[in-house]
């Protein structure tokens, strides 16, 4: 089983995080948002997860696979970039992140043996 963090609830968060629970193959183990209002809708969505504001899935040894849905790529590419190094796989919807950041995200990846998706 893959232990998932997911750093930004926003507007996908909700519907992600359902279907990782729904998934055998996948335990949503923490979920990290800077928002209050969002951190308080997921603490009701999902009463088993940890809810956070600092986004310590990208360094916690227990998770597997970090999902970034925050957006924007500044602090989103400090993020990305701290879980590969931290031998994290990461699955991103962020098209901004990967156009400016891809290459250098790319080939920290693969330096590291991580999957970036």
Do not use: C
């Not at 609830?9 to 519907?15: A, D, E, T």
């Not at 729904?22 to 969002?38: G, K, T, W, Y």
């Not at 951190?39 to 600092?54: G, H």
């Not at 994290?88 to 962020?94: E, G």
């Amino acid at each position: 089983m893959l232990r998932t963090g997911l750093v930004g609830y926003g507007y996908w968060g909700p519907n992600l995080a359902r279907n990782f629970n729904a998934h055998p193959a996948f335990s949503l183990v923490r979920i990290a948002d800077m928002s209050e209002n969002q951190r308080k809708r997921a603490a009701a969505a999902f009463p088993n997860v940890e809810v956070v504001a600092e986004p310590s899935v990208v360094r916690d040894p227990d998770i597997d696979v970090v999902v970034e849905l925050i957006g924007g790529y500044g602090v989103a590419r400090s993020l990305v970039l701290e879980a590969i190094a931290a031998g994290k796989h990461v699955v991103t919807a962020n098209k901004a992140l990967l156009a400016v950041y891809g290459t250098e995200i790319f080939a920290a990846a693969r330096q590291r043996g991580v999957v970036v998706a």
